[in-house]
């Protein structure tokens, strides 16, 4: 259907997943509910499981947390990975979707993206194409409790620390929530959460979904002159509302999407005494401390990357009129407006050192196995369009063993990328072992063995792969550490015995 048939939306998901590495780890739980843009549901929710899958052992922290045990018959019953990443694809594909969550914008959309790769669908044309879009419910209740403090009760946690956890929120403004880390419930929470927002101060709330555009964010950015701007992000201290104020080089590298901003809480000036190679020992020191006068041996580089695709919170500097917003910030707007005036005066200097600091700091990354090297470049087209091919015929197929035919075709295929022919053969291991020949299957247990049980290599001569940290011996020595820490409820620690319990049959079954 085309883009005119689909009226604007968006679809509210949350995940619950074996971990939190949305590199590694996997979905199990998926719930989402699809709203009009005024947040009203249209149709029923959508709730789906996945079983777990042979190459990824749950973390024992995750299951205390959502309850889910690897081997729980609502998992052990549940789709493929790779049914469940096709179902959602078609779900957050819908034209004029914009797709939301609470930190989804840092966590779960980046563990569809992978979800997507390894199953060898698209990881990115659902965020953008057919007028699609993103959003983040967190960030937006991030800006309110600057620019709009009246909206909401911000809660605080047990050091007296302003805490922006979705069950705290929900519990401070009587929003509905009623069991935290299930999938559904806290989509639900964030849908009550936004409107509570949205009917606070409308038109904060158009300001913000503005962003999904990066247009609309490259406006307020690149602004000739290099005009101060305010951004609010979760990288900044919380002591200063999570926000200042900054000027942009502009596009310094080949990332179109991409600006290096200086954060105008700190003078440029000294920072042009030193050299590109003493601005790239001190990009990833550690923040910087509360007064930029001192401790200036553990100053880290005041420069902040902002992407204009990733929805960022970035307004005019007029903001800092609205009452309070200043206070808040704990800014001298006086000292701002002198560090913009040295900015623009030696931007050319300071923008200099910059890219030979970038040069020094952003080389080759070490090699990583195909599931996990999406960054590492974009699918060539043609073998693009044959797995949008192939996946097409796939969802017509209607048996077991015309599935299996399928997937051979897929092995043999001749990619132009030379990732996918590794990540064909871990998708079909995953999904339709019966369609490996001997060799394959035999490679993907070496992969098994080899990511699971370190020192256990089955071909000793073909040297050693490298640690995880989440093979057998590392999660066993998370259950140890986690039985005695009182952090966790006595609820939550007694998941860890039947846990233990399965992780000791997953070994076993692999060793034989």
């Not at 946690?157 to 929003?175: F, I, K, M």
């Not at 998708?427 to 256990?456: C, H, K, S, T, Y």
């Not at 940290?469 to 620690?493: G, I, K, N």
């Amino acid at each position: 259907m085309s883009v005119a048939t689909h009226p604007p939306s968006f679809l509210f998901f949350d995940l619950e997943t074996t971990g939190a590495d949305p590199v590694f780890d996997r979905p199990l739980q998926f719930a989402a509910i699809r709203t009009d843009m005024a947040l009203e549901p249209i149709g029923e929710p959508v709730v789906w499981y996945a079983r777990p899958p042979d190459d990824c052992l749950a973390h024992p922290a995750a299951v205390m947390t959502t309850g889910l045990l690897p081997d729980d018959p609502v998992l052990a019953g549940a789709d493929s990975e790779a049914n469940l990443a096709n179902r959602i694809h078609r779900l957050v594909s819908q034209p004029n979707t914009c797709v939301v969550g609470f930190n989804n914008l840092r966590f779960d959309a980046p563990m569809l993206r992978f979800l997507f790769w390894r199953n060898l669908l698209d990881p990115y044309r659902h965020e953008w194409e057919d007028g699609n879009s993103r959003f983040d419910v967190l960030d937006a209740a991030r800006a309110y409790r600057l620019l709009a403090p009246s909206a909401l009760n911000w809660p605080v946690d047990g050091n007296g620390h302003p805490t922006l956890r979705l069950s705290e929120l929900s519990a401070a403004n009587g929003l509905t929530h009623e069991n935290a880390h299930d999938a559904l419930s806290d989509v639900e929470a964030t849908i009550d959460l936004a409107r509570a927002l949205r009917n606070a101060d409308p038109a904060l709330w158009e300001r913000l979904l503005a962003a999904r555009d990066k247009r609309e964010v490259a406006r307020v950015i690149d602004q000739p002159g290099h005009v101060p701007f305010l951004h609010v992000s979760p990288r900044l201290p919380a002591r200063v509302a999570s926000a200042s104020m900054f000027c942009s080089f502009g596009q310094v590298d080949g990332n179109r999407n991409r600006r290096e901003c200086w954060d105008l809480r700190f003078d440029p000036l000294p920072w042009l005494d030193l050299h590109a190679g003493q601005w790239a020992e001190r990009r990833f020191l550690k923040s910087p401390p509360i007064e930029a006068e001192r401790d200036w041996d553990e100053l880290r580089l005041p420069i902040k990357s902002i992407h204009l695709n990733r929805v960022p919170v970035v307004l005019p500097a007029e903001t800092l009129e609205r009452d309070g917003v200043a206070q808040r910030m704990v800014i001298d707007r006086a000292r701002i407006e002198e560090h913009a005036a040295s900015f623009r005066r030696h931007v050319d200097a300071l923008r200099e050192r910059l890219i030979g600091a970038l040069e020094q700091t952003e080389g080759d990354f070490p090699p990583r196995p195909a599931e996990q090297s999406l960054y590492a470049g974009f699918v060539p087209n043609a073998d693009r369009r044959h797995l949008e091919d192939w996946w097409g015929r796939a969802r017509g197929l209607r048996s077991r063993d015309e599935a299996i035919a399928h997937a051979r075709d897929l092995l043999v295929w001749p990619f132009e990328d030379p990732r996918l022919p590794e990540l064909a053969e871990g998708f079909v291991a995953r999904n339709l072992p019966e369609a490996l020949d001997d060799a394959a299957r035999e490679r993907w247990r070496a992969r098994l063995v080899d990511q699971l049980r370190p020192g256990q290599r089955l071909d000793p001569g073909q040297g050693q792969a490298p640690g995880t940290d989440r093979d057998f011996p590392a999660m066993f020595a998370e259950v140890e550490r986690l039985a005695t820490d009182e952090h966790w409820s006595p609820e939550q620690r007694a998941l860890l015995g039947p846990y233990r319990r399965w992780l000791e049959q997953r070994e076993q079954a692999l060793k034989g």
